[in-house]
Every structure is written in structure tokens, then in C-alpha cells.
């Protein structure tokens, strides 16, 4: 009796929680992006700390180190961001035109290199055809990704515009990490004695999924994006800057990020480039093969390693539930969240195995 009473007030909590989490959704912006940077520096200032400089001054360090080096980093960038993006917006009015030429290097290439001689019997490729569908699926493609921006950007900032997330955000960082020692202090104080070292051994758990996703993957995605962004630029690649950054920044979501830079840095290839030199379109994939593996057998098991242990199917499903329920602000949340599901829902299936019911039906 005793333990399922437990279990309903923790249940009961948690949902009171949840339902006042989505309430609120669209003025957490701030602290939750406080939140997330408290968490990322606490390793910071812990060290300062073992330097014998007090937490406020280890934390004041902290923050505005980290403030400077953003502005600095946004500073020198995003100017060039900017240019980039106007002129491929630019660009992609004129796809017309270059699309046409594509096609016509494509034909050329295929009768030259390949021996294959198209005749243009099929309508639906001809030059005419593929701008025809290009343009009605453009347009369907443009409405979708207006609505769901639309949204997302509606839920995330309906009460708090970006000025102020930008004025609080600091603010907020630094109350946090000045007192986070306390905060889990707290925490940990509520647990009941007679589960309190199994508790504290399944906060552990859940700091390394935690610290395994928001510490391990936030650098996985800067060292990703810094690596497309300089050698598709090197490649002479249009547009490489902002095509390579935008693939680090979704690399996250599990071979859908690879795959959306790839496609979209092979079509930009084939437009500039054309069939007639497939030597530097071929460098452009080359390019993401290379990032991908080192993603893959370099960066994330020696930053992430398994303690995250989430499916792809599970982290993309978490991508989409988080933006349904409260858009931007569900998209920061949403794998993290699922990392800690994941951990409680491995320490339940532990906890079942252990138990008498499991142990009985078992026999």
C-alpha cells in the first residue's frame, strides 16, 4: 500500500507538472534556454570553483565568457549568413533558367559519357515539363513550410518577443548557475530515505543521457557544421557557408540532417556546376560522405557514446511530438526529454524484472 501510494503522488505530480509546462509553454522560452546553458557551464564553473574562486565570481566568468564569445562568433558571421542567404533566395528565382540548363548539360552528358541517347519522347522531362512540376510542387512546398514555421514561431514566441528573451536569457543563466548546487541539493533533500541511494544512483543516470545529448551533441553539431561550412566553401561551392552550417545545426535529427544538406548541397552543385563538370559535384559529396563518417565512428561515440541509447525512430518521433505540443519550445526539449523517458523507462523495466511478479510468471 505503501509503495502504491508512492507511485500515484508521483504520477499525480508529474501530471499536474506537465499540464502547467504546456500551459505556460509559450513564456519558457527564456528559461528554458537559461536552463540549458546553466547545464552546459556547470562543468565550467565547477572547475573555477576547485581554483578557489567563489561560485558567484566562477559563474559571472562563466556567463559573460560564454555572452562574448556568442557575440563575437554572431558578429563575424552572421553578416556573411545574411549575404548568402538574400543572394540564394535571389537565386532561386532564377531557377527557371538554370534549370533548363541543367537538363540540357544532363541530356548531353548522358549521350556523351554514358552513350544513352535521349530522344525527349518522355514529356514530363523535358525541360518544360520538370519546370511545370517544379513550380506547382514549389509552391505546395513553400505553403507547407509557411505553416509550419507559422506555428512554430506563433507558440514559441506568443508572449515573449526575441528582445526580451535576449535581455532575460543572461539574466536568468546566471541566477541558475550561481545556485545549482542548491537547486539539486533541494532536490535530492525531497527523496524518501528509505530510496534515496537508488534514487541518486538513477539521477546519475539520467545527468549522463543529459549530459551525453545537450553537452556531446551541441558540440557534435558545431564541429559538423564548421566542417561543411569551411570545405564547401574551400569547394568553391555557392552558398557553402550558411548550406554547411544549416547541415551541422540539423544534424541531430539522425541521417535526415545529413541526408537534407546532402540533397540540398548537390542540387545547388548541379545548378553552378552542371554536368559538364562532375568532378567538383562529386567533390560536394565527397564532401558529406566524409563529414558523415567522422559523425559517425569519430565524433558522436567519443562525445555522445550510448548514453543517450535512443532509437532514431524514437528521437525523430520526439522531434515532431515536441512541435506539435509547443513548437519551437517543444524542438529544444523534445530529445532531451526523451533521454530522460528513456532512462526512467529502463529503471521500470529493471524494477519489473526484480519483482516478484515478473520472478513468479517467469517460473
Known amino acids: 500500500m505503501k509503495t502504491n501510494t508512492r507511485v500515484l503522488s508521483f504520477l499525480g505530480f508529474a501530471l499536474v507538472f506537465l499540464v502547467l509546462i504546456y500551459g505556460l509553454s509559450g513564456m519558457l522560452l527564456p528559461f528554458v534556454l537559461s536552463t540549458i546553458l546553466a547545464y552546459l557551464l556547470n562543468p565550467v564553473v565547477s572547475v573555477l570553483e576547485k581554483k578557489r574562486l567563489p561560485r558567484w565570481l566562477g559563474t559571472a566568468v562563466a556567463v559573460v565568457g560564454a555572452v562574448t564569445l556568442m557575440v563575437v562568433f554572431l558578429g563575424s558571421i552572421v553578416p556573411v549568413l545574411s549575404i548568402q542567404g538574400a543572394t540564394?533566395?535571389?537565386?532561386?528565382?532564377?531557377?527557371?533558367?538554370?534549370?533548363?540548363?541543367?537538363?540540357?548539360?544532363?541530356?548531353?552528358?548522358?549521350?556523351?559519357?554514358?552513350?544513352?541517347?535521349?530522344?525527349g519522347s518522355v514529356q514530363a522531362l523535358s525541360p518544360e515539363g520538370l519546370k511545370t512540376w517544379v513550380t506547382s510542387k514549389?509552391?505546395?512546398?513553400?505553403?507547407?513550410?509557411?505553416?509550419?514555421?507559422?506555428?512554430?514561431?506563433?507558440?514559441?514566441?506568443?508572449?515573449?518577443?526575441?528582445?526580451?528573451?535576449?535581455?532575460?536569457?543572461?539574466?536568468?543563466?546566471?541566477?541558475?548557475?550561481r545556485d545549482w548546487p542548491v537547486f539539486v541539493a533541494n532536490i535530492e533533500s525531497l527523496y524518501p530515505v528509505d530510496m534515496k541511494s537508488e534514487l541518486l544512483g538513477l539521477q546519475r543516470r539520467i545527468d549522463g543521457a543529459l549530459?551525453?545529448?545537450?553537452?556531446?551533441?551541441?558540440?557534435?553539431?558545431?564541429?559538423?557544421?564548421?566542417?561543411?561550412?569551411?570545405?564547401?566553401?574551400?569547394?568553391?561551392?555557392?552558398?557553402?557557408l550558411v548550406i554547411g552550417f544549416f547541415s551541422g545545426m540539423v544534424s541531430f535529427i539522425p541521417y535526415v540532417g545529413t541526408l537534407l544538406g546532402g540533397i540540398l548541397s548537390l542540387g545547388v552543385a548541379l545548378l553552378q556546376f552542371g554536368f559538364d563538370d562532375m568532378g567538383r559535384v562529386g567533390t560536394v559529396a565527397l564532401i558529406?560522405?566524409?563529414?558523415?563518417?567522422?559523425?559517425?565512428?569519430?565524433?558522436?561515440?567519443?562525445?555522445?557514446?550510448?548514453?543517450?541509447?535512443?532509437?532514431?525512430?524514437?528521437?525523430?518521433?520526439?522531434?515532431?511530438a515536441g512541435a506539435s505540443l509547443a513548437g519551437f519550445l517543444g524542438v529544444l526539449v523534445a530529445v532531451p526529454t526523451a533521454a530522460v523517458l528513456g532512462v526512467l523507462v529502463r529503471f521500470g523495466i529493471?524494477?519489473?524484472?526484480?519483482?516478484?511478479l515478473y520472478r513468479n510468471h517467469s517460473s
Not at 535571389?90 to 530522344?119: N, P, R, V
Not at 569519430?298 to 525512430?313: E, M
Not at 529493471?350 to 516478484?356: L, V
Open 211 to 240: 549530459s551525453g545529448f545537450v553537452r556531446g551533441q551541441t558540440l557534435v553539431c558545431i564541429s559538423l557544421g564548421s566542417f561543411y561550412a569551411l570545405f564547401l566553401s574551400l569547394a568553391g561551392l555557392d552558398f557553402g
Open 350 to 356: 529493471e524494477k519489473y524484472k526484480a519483482s516478484t
Open 138 to 177: 514549389g509552391d505546395e512546398a513553400l505553403a507547407f513550410a509557411g505553416n509550419v514555421a507559422h506555428g512554430v514561431l506563433l507558440k514559441g514566441f506568443a508572449l515573449v518577443d526575441f528582445l526580451s528573451v535576449l535581455i532575460l536569457t543572461p539574466i536568468l543563466t546566471f541566477y541558475m548557475l
Open 88 to 119: 540564394l533566395v535571389h537565386k532561386l528565382s532564377e531557377l527557371d533558367y538554370s534549370l533548363e540548363s541543367t537538363i540540357l548539360s544532363a541530356k548531353a552528358w548522358l549521350e556523351t559519357t554514358m552513350g544513352i541517347h535521349w530522344d
Open 288 to 320: 558529406f560522405l566524409i563529414g558523415q563518417f567522422v559523425e559517425g565512428n569519430i565524433l558522436s561515440p567519443k562525445l555522445v557514446g550510448d548514453r543517450v541509447n535512443l532509437h532514431p525512430v524514437w528521437i525523430i518521433f520526439a522531434l515532431f
